[in-house]
C-alpha cells in the first residue's frame, strides 16, 4: 500500500479483518492507558504463518494528553522456534533425571547389601588367603564407591528438581534447618558441627538442599576421620546473602575445583556438585570455594537471594 492509501485511516480501515480490529484495539488500549503496550500475535504472509511482536507507544504533550501511537513490529518467528525446541528439550532433560532418580535409589540397596556381604564373610570365614583376602578388599572398595556415586546421583536429581520450581520465601532459622540435616547424615554424632544462631528470610527448601549436598560430601569423602563442619551466614545487601560451609576435611579434588569455575564435567567430579551448581545457577546466586593445599579443608561459599533478620516474624 501505498502511503497515501495508509494516511488518515485507523488500523481497522487499513486492514480488513480480525487483524485490523485487533490491531485497532491495541492502539486504543494505549492511548486510554498512556503506557507502552506488547502485544504478540499470528499473521499470515506470504502463504507462510508468521510471530509478530509489536510495541504501541504513546506520545504525551505537555497537558498528559496522548496525541498519538506509533508502533515497531518485529517479526519473532525464530524466537517461537527456539522457545518450542527449549521446552521439548527441558522435558526430555526431567524425564531423564527422573529416571536416572528410581534407578539410583534401586541401586543403593543392592550395592549396601554387596558392602554387608563382603563383611560378613570377612567375620565367618575361618581363615582367608591372602588374594581372598585381597579380593574381598577389592569388593567393599567397588561396592562402597558405587555407593557413594549412586548417592551423588541422587542428591544430583533432588537439586535438579528443585531448580527448575518457583519457591516463596519464608523465614527461617539456620540452626533447626542443619539440625534436620544432621539427624539424617550423622544420626551417631560422629563429628562435631558448629551452626551460626541466624534468621533467614529466603528459599528454605533451596538453602537446605544446599547445605545438606556440601555436608554429604564432606562426610563422604572423609569416612575415615571424624570432621569439624561449621555452618555460618552473612550479609551481602538488601537482597543478597552469603552461606558458607567449612570443614577440616581433605578439600576438593583439582576436578571439583575446576567444576566449580565452569569447568566441564568429568569422571573425578561428583554429580552432587554439579547439581548445587545447577540449583544455585537457578537462583541467580554465585558459589566459589576458597583454594588451600591438600588436605587443609575446604571452605564453600554461596551467595543467594535473601536477606538475614534480627527475629522470626
Not at 2 to 23: D, H, I, P, V
Request: net charge negative; aromatic share 6%.
Amino acid at each position: 500500500m501505498s502511503r497515501e492509501q495508509m494516511l488518515g485511516k485507523t488500523a481497522k480501515e487499513a486492514f480488513a479483518g480480525e487483524y485490523g480490529a485487533a490491531l485497532h484495539d491495541f492502539y486504543v488500549r494505549s492511548f486510554a492507558s498512556k503506557k507502552p503496550i506488547t502485544q504478540e500475535y499470528p499473521l499470515f504472509l506470504g502463504g507462510s504463518k508468521r510471530h509478530m511482536r509489536t510495541v504501541f507507544n504513546p506520545v504525551v504533550d505537555e497537558n498528559d494528553t496522548v496525541v498519538r501511537v506509533f508502533s515497531c513490529p518485529l517479526d519473532v518467528t525464530a524466537e517461537y522456534a527456539l522457545r518450542g525446541v527449549e521446552a521439548r528439550t527441558a522435558a526430555v532433560n526431567k524425564e531423564m533425571e527422573g529416571f536416572i532418580s528410581l534407578a539410583a535409589h534401586d541401586l543403593r540397596s543392592p550395592m549396601r547389601r554387596i558392602n554387608d556381604i563382603a563383611s560378613f564373610l570377612r567375620a565367618d570365614l575361618p581363615e582367608l588367603s591372602e588374594e581372598n583376602s585381597r579380593l574381598l578388599d577389592m569388593l567393599e572398595k567397588v561396592a562402597s564407591q558405587s555407593f557413594a556415586m549412586i548417592s551423588d546421583l541422587i542428591n544430583h536429581a533432588q537439586a535438579s528438581e528443585i531448580a527448575g520450581e518457583q519457591e516463596d520465601f519464608e523465614t527461617f532459622r539456620l540452626k533447626t534447618l542443619c539440625e534436620q540435616v544432621l539427624q539424617t547424615l550423622d544420626p551417631g554424632q560422629t563429628h562435631h558441627w558448629k551452626v551460626e544462631e541466624a534468621v533467614i528470610f529466603g528459599e528454605r527448601l533451596s538453602t537446605q538442599i544446599i547445605i545438606r549436598n556440601l555436608i554429604d560430601n564432606a562426610i563422604k569423602h572423609n569416612a575415615d576421620r571424624t570432621l569439624q563442619v561449621s555452618v555460618a551466614v552473612a550479609r551481602v545487601d538488601d537482597s543478597t546473602f552469603e552461606l558458607v560451609v567449612s570443614d577440616n576435611g581433605r578439600g576438593f579434588s583439582q576436578s571439583d575445583i575446576g567444576q566449580l569455575k565452569g569447568n566441564p564435567l568429568t569422571t573425578g567430579s561428583g554429580f552432587g556438585i554439579a547439581g548445587v551448581m545447577r540449583l544455585v545457577s537457578s537462583r541467580g546466586g554465585v558459589i566459589s570455594v576458597d583454594e588451600r593445599a591438600e588436605g587443609a579443608g575446604a571452605t564453600v561459599r554461596v551467595v543467594l537471594p535473601g536477606n538475614l533478620e534480627t527475629e522470626v516474624r
